[in-house]
């Protein structure tokens, strides 16, 4: 069933930044509610999304005008930030993968309706990450705290779209980072018996290694074959 609620918006091609998906995330400091949500980063060479987020905000200030009265400004501040200015919260510049960009989070209690660029259910959370591009579902919202009244933007659904380099920089990998200090095998060479490999030492003759090493000069033990 279609979604009439104009303060509904679907945005095309979206990068996903600072993820939080597979699980609520309650901030830092674990002060904050738990939600999931992320950052959406919006191109604003796409006029139709900037469209749809214009409208989709009209219609939340409409409703929260409607339901909490002349208390609701009429121009209240919106959760959308110009990617290409700073940050409201220290005002610093935006990081270099918000240039050119529309700046939002969005964020919600239960999690987020997920498919693949295929339209089956995302299962492999990790396809999700930041830096992933992807369509999203989400709905603009008046919040009218006393000291604290605006549009918000609440996270639906998702759809992955490509993948491309994460930001933040790529994982490390170990077979990378250590190829070099690999130890080598310790299994036997062909005609040797077992128990050179776990000492190093070829045993006397009939004799075979017992896995056991002498508590004062940490020899090892050796008992006769079987």
């Known amino acids: 069933m279609a979604n ?5 918006v679907v945005l095309t091609n979206v990068r996903l ?12 400091n674990g002060a904050q509610e738990p939600k999931y949500g992320a950052t959406l980063l919006v191109p604003k060479s796409d006029a139709a999304n900037k469209q749809r987020m214009d409208a989709a905000s009209a219609a939340a200030i409409a409703r929260a005008r409607e339901r909490y009265g002349n208390g ?20 610093q510049p935006f990081g270099d993968e918000c240039k050119g960009m529309w700046v939002f989070t969005a964020s919600s209690k239960q999690q987020p309706d997920m498919v693949d660029e295929y339209g089956q259910k995302l299962l492999d959370m990790s396809q999700l990450y ?30 992955k779209v490509r ?13 990378d980072d250590f190829a070099g200090l690999v130890q080598k095998s310790t299994a036997p060479a062909t005609g040797t018996t077992p128990q050179t ?12 290694f017992t896995g056991q090493y ?6 090892p033990i050796f ?4």
């Open 4 to 8: 009439n609620n104009p303060a509904h």
């Open 17 to 28: 930044s600072y993820v939080h998906l597979d699980k609520p995330y309650s901030g830092s």
């Open 72 to 91: 609701f400004p009429a121009n209240p501040k919106i959760s959308v930030h110009d990617g290409d200015g700073v940050r409201p919260s220290d005002n």
């Open 130 to 159: 930041s830096g992933v591009w992807a369509h999203v579902g989400v709905t603009f919202f008046g919040y009218n705290a006393p000291q604290n009244k605006g549009i918000g933007v609440g996270l639906e659904t998702i759809m």
């Open 163 to 175: 993948d491309d380099e994460p930001l933040g920089g790529i994982r490390a990998n170990a077979n």
């Open 197 to 208: 490999a776990y000492t190093g030492v070829t045993p006397p003759a009939g004799m075979a």
């Open 214 to 219: 002498d508590p004062n000069t940490f020899a």
């Open 223 to 226: 008992a006769p074959a079987q």
